[in-house]
């Protein structure tokens, strides 16, 4: 029975280990920290999605922008009419053409000025030609007036790009964060992986004693029953550890957009020098670069503006109206050109144009809950830096504390392996149970497992720290420009 539990034993073991080799017998991708982050930077999809959010942004600027393109217009018109003459009371026809031509143009100011030049001819009792050339102002001089009024849409539509540009910032900091926390934690299942394998050894090693020893009759043969427990236990162990480790790969696979055959391994260590970094330059870096206090200062800059043009709505509206021109009348075409072009006939106006709602309650109360909104962007600008600030001193707390775990963790695998060399020892000379010997090493197991994982937790911890600092994109030397998404929009043209 023990030889049939031995060879089954031992069956399984290969057909483990021969299946874990053939799994991981495929090619093989040396990876390294920064080729990782490129790749999911050029790679991710979602980041390829949110990119078209400024492209788009970049179009309502352009069509904001469209007020300020000049505006002409042409007209024929052709009229027939009828007026009594008041020599003969007879009806008389009147044939009238004309042809008119003009361009406009928005100032800054809010003025619209214009050119319009018209030519006609008239049939009665006589027939004459007529031209005309007008220049015109219309300007708005208390409502309306003014840069901020005329360009409300275009600046709100380039804090609107601003914004979406923010927000791809922020899920491009995410990716990387991800990124680098995914490529440590295989790193640690790697390492866990080897540990267990490790151990495994071990326990092969000292069940091949344990039966050394049973068969010249120093050791009871129930103490095998201990060491093929333990050995079957620890083969479980890498069973799982090697199950875990391809689960990662497969996430970073994805992650990367990696052929799914290929081998991941891994090219760079972890960080585990100290790493240090000011309170004060910590909280200077995240109030500086967080995108959220960045999209939150777009939005007072917003608030601030419209509060501004509510403000100048509430005025009244006057508006100056001028206008001078020349023209002249001639039964010949070419005599009225002429007198056109001498300014023979000139012709001017002014005037002003004045109304206001009684009451002007619309205005007023819009005025009122603009600057009601700009108090609440403050207001919550003020609520993000604070959490900004709790961030930050969490996370440089959390850096020290676990660059203190990476000198405990050591320590305790040190003495971990101390433990187990004085009981392997006392083992060997019967002073300690095969139990005792594996109980002392699973605390060894644990040990490098805590170590393992605390100098992940560091890494992911300074990490952390870039993130809340918004520094992360710049520690990769990833750099967005304003203009990062205009490509797709001047590939749509």
């Known amino acids: 029975m023990k030889r049939n539990r031995k060879t089954a034993l031992a069956l399984s073991f290969c057909l483990t280990f021969g299946a874990a080799t053939s799994a991981f017998a495929q090619p093989t991708i040396n990876l390294t920290l920064k080729d990782a982050i490129k790749m999911a930077f050029e790679k991710n999809l979602d980041l390829k999605v949110e990119l078209y959010n400024p492209a788009m942004a970049e179009a309502d600027i352009r069509r904001n922008l469209g007020i300020y ?64 050339i ?48 995914d490529y440590f934690q295989l790193y640690n299942l790697l390492e866990v992986l080897e540990v267990r394998r490790t151990s495994l050894a071990l326990a092969k090693r000292i069940l091949q004693d344990d039966q050394g020893r049973v068969k010249a009759g120093v050791l009871p043969a129930y103490e095998l029953l201990n060491s093929e427990f333990q050995v079957a236990t620890r083969e479980k162990q890498v069973i799982d550890a090697e199950r875990a480790v391809r689960d990662q790969m497969d996430v970073l696979r994805v992650e990367l957009q990696l052929p799914p055959s290929a081998e ?44 501004r043009v509510a403000k100048n709505q509430t005025l009244p509206d006057l508006t100056l109206n001028a206008s001078v021109g020349t023209g002249g009348f001639d039964r010949r075409f070419l005599g009225g050109l002429e007198k056109t072009a001498t300014i023979s006939e000139p ?37 993000i ?28 695998t040190a003495y971990a392996e101390d433990r187990l060399r004085a009981f392997q020892k006392r083992h060997d000379v019967g002073l300690a149970t095969t139990k005792d010997v594996f109980d002392v090493e699973n605390d060894l ?35 967005v420009s304003d203009s990062e998404a205009d490509h797709l929009y001047e590939k749509m043209k």
């Open 385 to 412: 830096e604070s959490g900004v600030v709790r961030d930050v001193k969490a996370a440089i707390r959390l850096v020290a504390a676990s660059y203190q775990q990476l000198d405990v963790t050591a320590r305790g």
């Open 134 to 181: 007008d220049l015109s102002l219309k300007q708005p001089l208390l409502k309306g007036f003014g840069k901020d009024t005329t360009d409300l849409a275009i600046n709100v539509s380039r804090f609107t790009k601003g914004e979406t540009l923010n927000v791809f910032r922020t899920r491009l900091s995410d990716t990387v964060a991800k990124v680098r926390n």
């Open 264 to 307: 991941i391994a891994l090219a760079d260590q972890p960080y585990r020098n100290s790493y240090n970094l000011s309170e004060q330059q910590a909280l200077d870096d995240a109030l500086g670069n967080r995108t959220e206090l960045a999209t939150q200062r777009d939005v007072i800059r917003i608030n601030d503006l419209q509060q």
């Open 347 to 383: 012709s001017w106006g002014v005037g002003l144009q004045f109304s206001y709602p009684l009451g002007n309650r619309s205005a007023e109360n819009d005025y009122i809950r603009k600057k009601l909104a700009l108090e609440q962007a403050q207001t919550q600008l003020q609520s």
């Open 69 to 132: 393109d000049p505006v002409l217009s042409l007209g024929v018109n052709y009229d027939r009419s009828n007026s009594s003459n008041i020599l003969t009371f007879r009806p008389q026809q009147i044939d009238q053409v004309t042809a008119n031509a003009g361009v406009s143009q928005l100032l800054p100011t809010g003025a619209v000025v214009g050119v319009t030049a018209q030519s006609g001819w008239i049939s009665n009792s006589a027939k004459y030609y007529s031209n005309a």
């Open 445 to 479: 197991v644990a040990a490098k497992g805590n170590q393992i994982q605390a100098v992940v937790d560091y890494n992911n911890s300074i990490t952390q720290l870039w993130r809340v600092t918004g520094v992360i994109l710049d520690q990769q030397g990833i750099s």
